[in-house]
Each structure stands twice: as structure tokens, then as C-alpha cells.
């Protein structure tokens, strides 16, 4: 039912479905669970309490579900859990929870590794992100949905990233990126909206003429951004778009807010 090549290594416990295609001098560990139409290229590392989603693909020497790099991890059976039609590049890493988070890393349906990316332990990453080449998540952040990181990115720990949001090349991203936000350089800055990936999902032209009109009230109004954030929620009441970046800022979190270096970006 699954075609496992015969220098693969399965550990007695893993659970391979039907349809499973696994290649030369791979290593499946006894706590992984690979659901129907997973299919691993040659050398690839599976270990941990780790579940792979159905039909998501993974290239050679990738490390997925290795022990936390967490100074005070002790061997728990935390986890790791991987959706849908995922795609998981060459050297990509991905670590299960910690025992001082929620014990879960999660990754979401059709989301792409490229290679060398790196998702550490605790993150919560959505549907339909993108780590481009290298791209480095520290513990416990939160990705929304269709988010895109650039290659080189590094983002601290505990840093929120909003739906559809942009993080450029070799950025350092310190503080929250708010949904459909671009930040950009080695010290992140806001520096706009992501208009083009807004264009590319068809969004009409009216929801971000509205999403730039809500944009420069909040970063370059009078007042407290508080203040602001409350003026537009109020303005743009029935906007859905920009009533998910008011949730985002009212949410908070453990880090402040990326803002534009001036007045003028967006």
C-alpha cells in the first residue's frame, strides 16, 4: 500500500497510510504518522511525535520533528503537526513544541519550505505561507495565512505576522507586522502595504484603495496610535480588510508594533 524503498529506515510505531511513497535512506521515526500521499524524496529525517499531512512533499535532507533548540527541553513527547499539500524543501528544519509553550509547533495546509528555512519550536504558522530560501522563525511566533517571507528574513521570537503580510529580503523583524503589511530592511520598517500580493489574489481595487486610505490614518494621523486605532475602526466599520488589522493591533502581544520610519510610506 505505501512504496518504501528498501534502504529506507522505518522505526516500529510509525504509521505510514496508503499511497506513502518513501525514498532511498530515509529515516522515519516510531512516533511519526504519515497520512495518505506523503511522499519523501531521498535522506530525508522524520523523528518526534510528528504528523505529516496528506499529499505534502518533502526534498532531500530535510529535518523535520528533531528535538526542540530550547536550552531547558528535556526529551518531552511534544509535538509537531504539518497540513495539507505542503512542500518542504532541501535542509529545511521544523521542531516540535516546548513544555513552556503550548507543547505544539504547528504548520498549516499549503505552505512552502524552501531550502535552509527553519521553523522553531511553538510557532503557529497558517495556511498558505511561504518561507523563501533560509527564512528563520525564532519560537513561539504566530504567521497568518498567505503570508510571504523573504529569503535571509530572520524573525525574533514571540513576533506576530499578519495575514498576507510581506517581510523583504535579509529583513530583521523585531516587533509585529500588522495584516497586509510590508516591512522591509535589516532593520525591519513598515514600508507600505503589500499591494502586489493584494493585486495577485484579485483582491478589487476598492478594498485597497479603502486598505491605503485606513493605512495612512493609523501611521501618519494625530494622536496616540491608540487613538487612531479607534478612529479608523469606527470609519472603516464595515471593511472586513481593515477591520483585520484593527483586531491585530488590538490584540497585542509580546512585542510593539512595526511602524514606517516616516510619514510618507504606503
Sequence with gaps: MADIHPTAV????????????????CVV????????????????????????????????FASIGAAPQHIKYAGEDTRLEIGRNCVIREYATAN?????GDGLTTIGDGCMLM???HVAHDCRVGDGVMLVNNATLGGHCVIGEHAILGG???VHQFVRIGEYAFVGGMAAVERDVIPYGMVLGDRAHLGGLNIVGMKRRDMPRQQIHALR?????????????????EEVADAFAEDDNVQR??????????????????????
Aim: with cysteine.
Design 245 to 266: 488589522i484593527i483586531t491585530f493591533l488590538r490584540a497585542g502581544g509580546d512585542r510593539s508594533v512595526i511602524t514606517p520610519r516616516s510619514g510618507r510610506e504606503g
Design 213 to 229: 486610505s485606513a493605512y495612512r490614518r493609523l501611521f501618519t494621523g494625530e494622536g496616540t496610535l491608540k487613538d487612531r486605532v
Design 96 to 100: 516540535p513544541g516546548t513544555v513552556a
Design 29 to 60: 521515526g516510531g512516533k511519526v504518522r504519515l497520512m495518505p500521499g506523503v511522499r519523501l524524496h531521498a535522506h530525508v529525517a522524520l523523528s518526534g511525535v510528528t504528523t505529516i499531512g496528506e499529499k505534502t512533499e518533502i526534498f532531500p
Design 115 to 117: 531550502m535552509g528555512a
Design 152 to 154: 535571509l528574513c530572520a
Design 10 to 25: 522505518i522505526e516500529d510505531g510509525a504509521e505510514i497510510a496508503a499511497g506513502v511513497t518513501i525514498g532511498p535512506f
